[in-house]
C-alpha cells in the first residue's frame, strides 16, 4: 500500500510469469539464466541512461529524466521490449553510486513521487544519485488500464451482485477482466512483482552500478524482498518500510486492509470532532455513524463525478482510505468532506481517489507514454492486476459463491466502512489467469547482506505483525527496527527512522535487531 509523505497515495502487491520464465530467476550471470543456458539479454544490460532536463512546468529544474528499455517477456526477450521511465536527482556529495526508490502502491509513479516530494531525500544525495522509475504497466511505462472508469466504481456493487444473482455477477467479473486485458495490451500478461524485480536489475546495471542500493515503501518492500531473492549477489544495501506480506493470500490481506483502516478512521474523526468546522459534527461515536450513513446514501444514490459519470460510495470509501495514510493529509480530508456534505462537491475527494490524468486515445507499449495518454485509471488498474498476478489462488465462482456470506460478514466485522470495497478488490481477481507462486513459495531463507526492515505499531495498511512475519522469512538477513509511531510507513514521520534509515543507506550502520524508535506526536 502506500507512500511515506503526504503528498503520495499508497497500496501494494504483485506478478504473473510463465513456468519458464520462472526457470529463469537465479542470480548467477544476469544477463543470462542462472545457469547461463537462458535467453541473451546482453543488450539490455549493456545499456546505459542517457539524462535530460524533464520535460513539463512542473518538473524540477534539477530533476534529469531518462529512460531504461527492458524486454517485455524474459523468456522471449526478441519477442518485444518496453521503456521504463527513469528520473534521478545527481549526488551533490563524494557520489558511490545510485540508491533506487519506490514509493508504493502497486501502481504509484516513482517518477511523479520523485518530483513532488524529492526533497524528503536530499540527505541522500550526500552519496548517491537518488533514482527512482515508473514500474511496467505504470505512469508513462506502457501504463495499463480498464477502460473509461475507474475499478472501483467497476467493483462496487461485486458483493451485492453474487449474493443475489452469483452467475451473473461472475460474468460481470470475466467481462471487467476481459476489458482490462483488451485496453492494456501486451504488457499486462507480464506485469507484476517478479518481472518488475528483474526490470530492478537491468535498471541497476543501467544505472553503472555493481549492487543495488534500494528504498522500498509498503509494496515496495515486496519489490524489494523479491529483488534479494532473484539476486542476493547484486543486492548492496535494502531498506524496507512499512513491510508487506509474503505469504497471506488476499482475502486475508484485505480483512487486515479494512482493520487497520477502520481504526485510522477512528482516529480521524476523533481528530475531526475537535474542530467545530468538522462535517460530521463534535460527537466522534455519531460521528462514524455519520461517515457510514454517507456512504450508504451515496451508494443509493451517487452524484455526478468531476471528471464525468457518477460518484459512488464506494468511490468515496477509495478516496477516504488513500487520504487517511497520513496524518499530514487529514486537514485536507476534512475539507474535502465538508465540500461535499454542504456543497455536494466532489471535487476535494475526487482529488485523493484519481490515480492518473485523461484516458488513452490507444494502448501503445514500447515507447514512453505522453503524461496526457496516461489513463486516469492506470493507478487502480495497475494495483489490481499485481495484485491478483502476486496471488496463486484462483477459487472457481461456485466456490466464490459459497463462500461469499461468510467472507461479507467477516469484511464487515472488520470495517463498516471499508470492509465492502476492500471484499470488492478481492472479488475483482475472478476472470484473470492464476498469478504466480514464487513469491509465496520461493522468497525466504534469502541469502543476501543485512536488509534493514521497518514496521510501525500504528500502521493501518501494512500491520506490524507482517513485519515480523517477513523478518522470520527472509533469515538471519533482516534486521527489524521497530517503529512504535502511526501512519504509513516511518521514514516521513519518525526523525529517528528517517535519521537511521539514511545512516544504514550511506554509512551501512545499522541499528541492533529488535531496536526501536519512539512514538513521535507532532500534531498535538
Given at each position: 500500500?502506500?507512500?511515506?509523505?503526504?503528498?503520495?497515495?499508497?497500496?501494494?502487491?504483485?506478478?504473473?510469469?510463465?513456468?519458464?520464465?520462472?526457470t529463469l530467476l537465479?542470480?548467477?550471470?544476469?544477463?543470462?539464466?542462472?545457469?547461463?543456458?537462458?535467453?541473451?539479454?546482453?543488450?539490455?544490460?549493456?545499456?546505459?541512461?542517457?539524462?535530460?532536463?524533464?520535460?513539463?512546468?512542473?518538473?524540477?529544474?534539477?530533476?534529469?529524466?531518462?529512460?531504461?528499455?527492458?524486454?517485455?517477456?524474459?523468456?522471449?526477450?526478441?519477442?518485444g521490449s518496453l521503456?521504463?521511465?527513469?528520473?534521478?536527482?545527481?549526488?551533490?556529495?563524494?557520489?558511490?553510486?545510485?540508491?533506487?526508490?519506490?514509493?508504493?502502491?502497486?501502481?504509484?509513479?516513482?517518477?511523479?513521487?520523485?518530483?513532488?516530494?524529492?526533497?524528503?531525500?536530499?540527505?541522500?544525495?550526500?552519496?548517491?544519485?537518488?533514482?527512482?522509475?515508473?514500474?511496467?504497466?505504470?505512469?508513462?511505462?506502457?501504463?495499463?488500464?480498464?477502460?473509461?472508469?475507474?475499478?472501483?466504481?467497476?467493483?462496487?456493487?461485486?458483493?451485492?451482485?453474487?449474493?443475489?444473482?452469483?452467475?451473473?455477477?461472475?460474468?460481470?467479473?470475466?467481462?471487467?477482466?476481459?476489458?482490462?486485458?483488451?485496453?492494456?495490451?501486451?504488457?499486462?500478461?507480464?506485469?507484476?512483482?517478479?518481472?518488475?524485480?528483474?526490470?530492478?536489475?537491468?535498471?541497476?546495471?543501467?544505472?553503472?552500478?555493481?549492487?543495488?542500493?534500494?528504498?522500498?515503501?509498503?509494496?515496495?518492500?515486496?519489490?524489494?524482498?523479491?529483488?534479494?531473492?532473484?539476486?542476493?549477489?547484486?543486492?548492496?544495501?535494502?531498506?524496507?518500510?512499512?513491510?508487506?506480506?509474503?505469504?497471506?493470500?488476499?482475502?486475508?490481506?484485505?480483512?487486515?486492509?479494512?482493520?487497520?483502516?477502520?481504526?485510522?478512521?477512528?482516529?480521524?474523526?476523533?481528530?475531526?470532532?475537535?474542530?467545530?468546522?468538522?462535517?460530521?459534527?463534535?460527537?466522534?461515536?455519531?460521528?462514524?455513524?455519520?461517515?457510514?450513513?454517507?456512504?450508504?446514501?451515496?451508494?443509493?444514490?451517487?452524484?455526478?463525478?468531476?471528471?464525468?459519470?457518477?460518484?459512488?460510495?464506494?468511490?468515496?470509501?477509495?478516496?477516504?482510505?488513500?487520504?487517511?495514510?497520513?496524518?499530514?493529509?487529514?486537514?485536507?480530508?476534512?475539507?474535502?468532506?465538508?465540500?461535499?456534505?454542504?456543497?455536494?462537491?466532489?471535487?476535494?475527494?475526487?482529488?485523493?481517489?484519481?490515480?492518473?490524468?485523461?484516458?488513452?486515445?490507444?494502448?501503445?507499449?514500447?515507447?514512453?507514454?505522453?503524461?496526457?495518454?496516461?489513463?486516469?485509471?492506470?493507478?487502480?488498474?495497475?494495483?489490481?492486476?499485481?495484485?491478483?498476478?502476486?496471488?496463486?489462488?484462483?477459487?472457481?465462482?461456485?466456490?466464490?459463491?459459497?463462500?461469499?456470506?461468510?467472507?461479507?460478514?467477516?469484511?464487515?466485522?472488520?470495517?463498516?466502512?471499508?470492509?465492502?470495497?476492500?471484499?470488492?478488490?478481492?472479488?475483482?481477481?475472478?476472470?484473470?489467469?492464476?498469478?504466480?507462486?514464487?513469491?509465496?513459495?520461493?522468497?525466504?531463507?534469502?541469502?543476501?547482506p543485512k536488509m534493514?526492515?521497518?514496521?510501525?505499531?500504528?500502521?493501518?495498511?501494512?500491520?506490524?505483525?507482517?513485519?515480523?512475519?517477513?523478518?522470520?522469512?527472509?533469515?538471519?538477513?533482516?534486521?527489524?527496527?521497530?517503529?512504535?509511531?502511526?501512519?504509513?510507513?516511518?521514514?516521513?514521520?519518525?526523525?529517528?527512522?528517517?535519521?537511521?534509515?539514511?545512516?544504514?543507506?550511506?554509512?551501512?550502520?545499522?541499528?541492533?535487531?529488535?531496536?526501536?524508535?519512539?512514538?513521535?506526536?507532532?500534531?498535538?
Amino acid at each position: 500500500m502506500p507512500a511515506p509523505r503526504s503528498t503520495r497515495t499508497a497500496l501494494r502487491r504483485g506478478p504473473l510469469i510463465t513456468a519458464l520464465a520462472l526457470t529463469l530467476l537465479g542470480a548467477g550471470q544476469p544477463a543470462t539464466a542462472a545457469n547461463g543456458s537462458g535467453p541473451d539479454l546482453s543488450r539490455f544490460y549493456g545499456q546505459r541512461v542517457k539524462w535530460s532536463v524533464c520535460e513539463g512546468a512542473q518538473a524540477p529544474k534539477d530533476l534529469q529524466c531518462g529512460k531504461v528499455t527492458v524486454p517485455v517477456d524474459y523468456a522471449r526477450p526478441r519477442a518485444g521490449s518496453l521503456d521504463l521511465a527513469v528520473a534521478r536527482y545527481r549526488a551533490t556529495g563524494d557520489r558511490r553510486g545510485s540508491v533506487v526508490l519506490n514509493f508504493g502502491g502497486p501502481g504509484g509513479s516513482g517518477v511523479a513521487g520523485l518530483a513532488a516530494d524529492g526533497k524528503d531525500f536530499m540527505d541522500l544525495t550526500d552519496g548517491y544519485d537518488v533514482v527512482s522509475f515508473d514500474p511496467r504497466g505504470v505512469g508513462r511505462s506502457s501504463p495499463v488500464s480498464c477502460g473509461d472508469g475507474f475499478l472501483s466504481a467497476e467493483a462496487s456493487g461485486a458483493a451485492d451482485d453474487a449474493l443475489r444473482d452469483p452467475r451473473a455477477a461472475m460474468r460481470e467479473l470475466r467481462r471487467t477482466a476481459d476489458e482490462c486485458a483488451e485496453h492494456s495490451g501486451p504488457v499486462l500478461p507480464h506485469i507484476g512483482t517478479v518481472n518488475v524485480a528483474r526490470d530492478l536489475d537491468v535498471i541497476r546495471a543501467a544505472l553503472g552500478d555493481d549492487k543495488l542500493n534500494y528504498l522500498g515503501f509498503s509494496y515496495g518492500s515486496r519489490l524489494g524482498a523479491v529483488y534479494a531473492a532473484q539476486f542476493p549477489r547484486r543486492a548492496g544495501r535494502l531498506a524496507l518500510d512499512g513491510v508487506d506480506t509474503l505469504t497471506e493470500p488476499l482475502t486475508e490481506q484485505g480483512v487486515a486492509g479494512a482493520e487497520g483502516q477502520q481504526k485510522a478512521l477512528k482516529d480521524f474523526v476523533d481528530w475531526c470532532a475537535r474542530d467545530i468546522a468538522c462535517p460530521f459534527g463534535q460527537d466522534p461515536r455519531r460521528g462514524r455513524e455519520e461517515v457510514l450513513r454517507l456512504v450508504r446514501s451515496m451508494d443509493e444514490d451517487p452524484v455526478p463525478g468531476v471528471f464525468g459519470g457518477m460518484f459512488t460510495g464506494q468511490d468515496l470509501v477509495g478516496a477516504i482510505g488513500q487520504a487517511l495514510y497520513s496524518k499530514d493529509l487529514w486537514p485536507s480530508l476534512q475539507r474535502a468532506l465538508a465540500q461535499l456534505v454542504e456543497d455536494g462537491d466532489t471535487r476535494g475527494v475526487e482529488g485523493f481517489a484519481s490515480g492518473g490524468f485523461a484516458f488513452p486515445l490507444r494502448q501503445r507499449t514500447g515507447g514512453l507514454a505522453d503524461e496526457e495518454d496516461i489513463p486516469m485509471d492506470n493507478l487502480p488498474a495497475a494495483l489490481m492486476a499485481v495484485n491478483c498476478a502476486d496471488d496463486p489462488d484462483r477459487p472457481t465462482a461456485e466456490r466464490i459463491t459459497r463462500d461469499l456470506h461468510r467472507l461479507r460478514a467477516k469484511y464487515e466485522q472488520a470495517s463498516p466502512v471499508f470492509g465492502r470495497y476492500r471484499l470488492a478488490q478481492v472479488l475483482m481477481c475472478y476472470g484473470r489467469p492464476k498469478g504466480t507462486d514464487y513469491i509465496r513459495e520461493r522468497v525466504k531463507d534469502v541469502d543476501a547482506p543485512k536488509m534493514l526492515l521497518v514496521g510501525t505499531r500504528g500502521d493501518p495498511a501494512t500491520p506490524y505483525r507482517w513485519t515480523e512475519q517477513t523478518a522470520k522469512r527472509l533469515g538471519p538477513s533482516a534486521v527489524v527496527l521497530d517503529n512504535r509511531g502511526q501512519g504509513h510507513t516511518g521514514y516521513g514521520s519518525s526523525a529517528c527512522v528517517h535519521r537511521k534509515v539514511d545512516d544504514f543507506l550511506l554509512y551501512g550502520s545499522l541499528p541492533p535487531d529488535g531496536s526501536s524508535c519512539g512514538a513521535e506526536e507532532a500534531d498535538e
